[in-house]
């Protein structure tokens, strides 16, 4: 196997592992729209990135950890309706990046590699970095997985029970915001929320647990980007999409199945 190949694989992995607990709690939560608003405001961090010459990973993060408290704190204060805030945002957001990007020298910036990915570009030090925060995420994840599951379920009794709801609805805002900064090389801005929304959904199908299907989504995502990879170097194909592809395809064969299908 050639070494960009690798790289790409392992660094695919290490997404779709910590994407399908996370994944969960956004198809649970309906939250797929505020993926999307984090997801545009990747390309601002692009922007920033290059504008002030800093590292372009550690802009997008900042710029989306930034973001994830900004909604945060506009949502609880309620002053608009929370599809209406998200919508503004998110569009301002990828306008506001487009147009920073395009007063950069075109012949310096791989505008489509960062609107729908470029996995196979993925080296040694991104997987180290992609390694460090997926290993971040899922310690977090796993720490506060019990009272995540109880503010998903219901959040007053959660808040009756003692659990900060809005602190940990908040940290969950953030871990999202760090997982789409690092998948933007795998799927691009446009196709982040996909690699988050549709192995869990698909997961849905066939799970009669909440760890059952934390654990299949990261399994599906994992086989979404094998499938991916082995679609693009066969056939030519953009990888980011061809992941994605593969993904929506698992998606559309497990709701084949009938709906008394369950894991045990």
């Avoid at 550690?58 to 945060?72: G, I, K, N, Q, T």
């Avoid at 909440?210 to 299949?216: F, N, R, V």
């Avoid at 499938?227 to 395809?249: E, N």
Wanted: charged letters at 10%.
């Amino acid at each position: 196997m050639a070494d960009f190949l690798l790289w790409a694989w392992l660094g695919g992995l290490m997404i779709a592992a910590v994407a399908g607990p996370l994944g969960s709690f956004m198809v649970w939560r309906r939250m797929a729209y505020f993926g999307d608003t984090l997801a545009h405001a990747a390309l601002l961090g692009v922007a920033l990135g290059l504008l002030l010459h800093v590292n372009i990973s550690l802009a997008v993060v900042l710029v989306c950890l930034l973001l994830a408290l900004l909604l945060s704190t506009l949502m609880h204060k309620r002053i608009i309706a929370t599809d209406t805030l998200l919508g503004i945002l998110s569009h301002a957001s990828l306008s506001l990046g487009l147009v920073s990007l395009s007063l950069f020298d075109h012949q310096t910036i791989d505008l489509m590699g960062f609107l729908f990915g470029d996995l196979l570009a993925i080296g040694q030090q991104d997987l180290l970095w992609i390694a460090l925060a997926c290993s971040l995420v899922l310690v977090i994840l796993v720490r506060i997985w019990t009272p995540l599951l109880s503010i998903t379920v219901n959040e007053e009794l959660a808040q009756v029970e003692g659990i900060n709801v809005a602190w940990i609805r908040t940290l969950l805002m953030l871990l999202v915001a760090v997982v789409i900064a690092v998948a933007m090389k795998v799927v691009g801005v446009l196709l982040i929320t996909s690699l988050l929304i549709i192995p869990a959904a698909a997961a849905r199908r066939l799970s009669s647990s909440p760890e059952q299907m934390a654990l299949l989504a990261s399994l599906l995502g994992m086989l979404a980007v094998t499938g991916g990879l082995a679609l693009s170097w066969f056939y030519d194909t953009p990888a980011g999409p061809s992941v994605v592809v593969i993904a929506s395809a698992l998606f559309f064969l497990l709701f084949s199945f009938p709906r008394s299908f369950r894991l045990s």
